[in-house]
């Protein structure tokens, strides 16, 4: 079964470091997407990304956060200089055309210390 | 704006009890897609139905049984005879309908942790 794979699948880092987490989406899907999870909260939506630009994105998606699509294969979320409330599981998630279902890959754990 | 109301912050049931987890949406989108997810201990997001606002129909998956009401913006989950594999956080979430594979800008509600006890 096709799936997505995120890595690291933790990362501690400390406050003010620069940090990418890795996704690789399903080989043929079109449409990809980063959410977030505080400890014990919410999933929430941070950015979409489709045809080599961002389609959408959300108020926590502010100038610190970067998206791209470097080699046509791994799809990244880039934080620039992490803070303390950047600490969460971070999941990426790709969707086919046939657009049935969201993938979602098993999610890194970012620490920040 | 959307919303997800999961009210049931936890519950604990004994296994092969049937439970129900509630879930209430808000949205002005006049079309829609709703949305449930398991997430195990282990962290990762297991998808496990979306349903369209055009179809009212209730469905059944094996012990697994939905039922959408419109009227009353109500989503409800149901397991039967559960089991202690079960226990998980369950997600409800909620999307505009949009054309291609854009609908999966989801808004979550906060989760519910179900407990299946031996």
């Known amino acids: 079964e096709p799936e997505v794979t995120q890595t690291p699948s933790h990362q501690v880092t400390q406050m003010g470091q620069e940090v990418i987490l890795r996704c690789v989406p399903i080989s043929n899907h079109l449409y990809f997407y980063w959410y977030r999870q505080i400890l014990g909260q919410k999933v929430e939506f941070l950015v979409s990304f489709y045809n080599n630009e961002i389609s959408e994105k959300s108020e926590i998606f502010d100038d610190q956060f970067s998206v791209e699509r470097p080699d046509g294969s791994n799809f990244t979320l880039k934080i620039r200089s992490t803070k303390l409330e950047d600490s969460a599981m971070y999941f990426c998630a790709s969707v086919g055309s046939g657009n049935t279902e969201a993938f979602f890959g098993q999610g890194t754990r970012l620490t920040v210390v | 704006a959307q919303k997800v109301t999961q009210a049931q912050t936890e519950i604990s049931v004994v296994e092969k009890e049937d439970v129900t987890l509630d879930c209430v949406y808000e949205?002005?989108?006049?079309?829609?897609?709703l949305f449930w997810y398991k997430q195990p201990p282990s962290g990762e997001l297991v998808f496990l139905i979306r349903?369209?606002?055009?179809?009212?129909q209730n469905e059944i998956s094996g012990r697994y049984s939905w039922n959408f009401q419109k009227s009353t913006s109500s989503f409800n989950f149901t397991i039967t005879a559960s089991q202690v594999v079960d226990s998980a956080v369950y997600f409800c979430a909620l999307s505009e309908a949009r054309s291609g594979g854009s609908n999966y800008k989801l808004t979550f509600g906060k989760g519910t942790l179900l407990t299946v006890n031996p």
């Open positions: 949205t002005r989108d006049t079309t829609y897609y």
């Open positions: 349903r369209n606002s055009f179809d009212e």
